[in-house]
């Protein structure tokens, strides 16, 4: 009997020992996840690219204090910068000495990519009801005398677009989403006529350019998160073996490029508020941050341009609902512009 007691003491002091551990290891201090600064970003850069060579942009011009939605940045025969606005169907002019104007050539109008043919007129490809009528149309540099050249019927959604040296353009459609494969690339040739599909399955086809030796169409996936790399046999036909995707993007959201007289390539990451800079063979070699990113300022960069002649690289953005307007920014790119 006394050792049955004996045993059952014993019981009660390693169960009682045990509670205590137990209320030990609570009180003691739990593993933490500690994050370093840059980490603690609104929109951190991803791991891989936190070492590129960055530089911060510099405000060359506030547009407007509302948030508009401004894309589409080129140069008149004049020198002057052109842009437009998405939603309000406003495209506008700034002049070398900083003389804001605009014109409306038509408030139905949704705006999205603006480019002048060698003749001097501006085409432009517009949005239309972002579902399926959108189109690409002309007008004089004053914004009159608007002419159709892809009819809103055509059934396409017409984004960016980009002339050759022949005079013919390739746009993006901006179709699909990010499980639904329906954009892509098409052309028009110098003389007009149908488009012409190139790049097919495109998840939200957005950016479009060509190399300095009009080769290579590079295009962006806005939904896709890619970076496409397009070897061209002759304008509408893809080489063998010449498509490739050369980079993904973290977080998705590349949207707008451009290509300098080297043949690097310059993306607007939409929602990070930067550009990120390829070299010709679709290496990521630098990057342009905007100024308040860190605290989810300047994050909708929708598409930058180089001033003909210069390396002076002029960045569109705005700030949504963050109080800070639109503005351009400016910095150095890494070559002039291409011819």
């Not at 593993?31 to 690219?49: C, D, F, Y």
């Not at 007009?192 to 399955?201: H, I, L």
């Not at 705005?318 to 109080?323: F, P, S, Y």
Request: some cysteine.
């Amino acid at each position: 009997m006394d050792k049955l007691l004996l045993i059952m003491a014993l019981a009660s002091v390693l169960a009682l020992a045990d509670t205590n551990a137990d209320a030990s290891d609570a009180n003691t201090e739990l593993p933490a996840l500690e994050l370093p600064g840059k980490l603690k970003s609104a929109v951190p850069l991803p791991m891989a690219e936190a070492d590129l060579p960055s530089v911060v942009a510099r405000e060359y011009f506030k547009v407007s204090e509302k948030p508009l939605q401004l894309e589409c940045p080129t140069f008149d025969e004049q020198g002057n910068l052109i842009f437009c606005e998405v939603f309000g169907g406003t495209v506008f002019r700034l002049t070398a000495d900083k003389k804001l104007s605009s014109f409306l050539p038509d408030p139905a109008l949704r705006p999205a990519g603006l480019a002048v043919h060698r003749n001097g007129r501006i085409y432009m490809a517009e949005l239309g009801d972002f579902v399926s009528r959108g189109s690409v149309l002309s007008m004089a540099a004053n914004g009159t005398d608007v002419q159709p050249v892809v009819s809103r019927d055509a059934g396409f959604l017409p984004d960016d677009l980009v002339f050759d040296k022949e005079g013919g353009f390739y746009f993006t459609d901006f179709k699909g989403g990010s499980s639904t494969s329906t954009g892509g690339v098409y052309y028009i040739g110098p003389h007009g006529g149908e488009p012409v599909g190139v790049v097919s399955n495109l998840r939200i086809a957005n950016g479009v350019g060509l190399s300095p030796d009009g080769k290579t169409l590079w295009v962006t996936e806005l939904a896709g998160g890619q970076l496409h790399k397009v070897s061209l046999s002759d304008p509408t036909t893809i080489a063998p073996f010449g498509s490739s995707i050369v980079y993904s993007f973290v977080g998705g959201g590349p949207d707008s490029l451009r290509i300098d007289a080297d043949g690097n390539v310059y993306v607007a990451i939409y929602g990070q508020g930067r550009i990120m800079v390829f070299n010709p063979a679709g290496f990521p070699i630098g990057q342009y941050l905007l100024p308040g990113r860190d605290q989810g300022h300047n994050l909708r960069s929708t598409s930058m341009v180089i001033r003909p002649g210069t390396d002076e690289l002029l960045i569109l953005t705005n700030d949504w609902d963050k109080g800070q307007g639109s503005t351009i920014f400016v910095a150095r790119a890494l070559a002039e512009a291409a011819p």
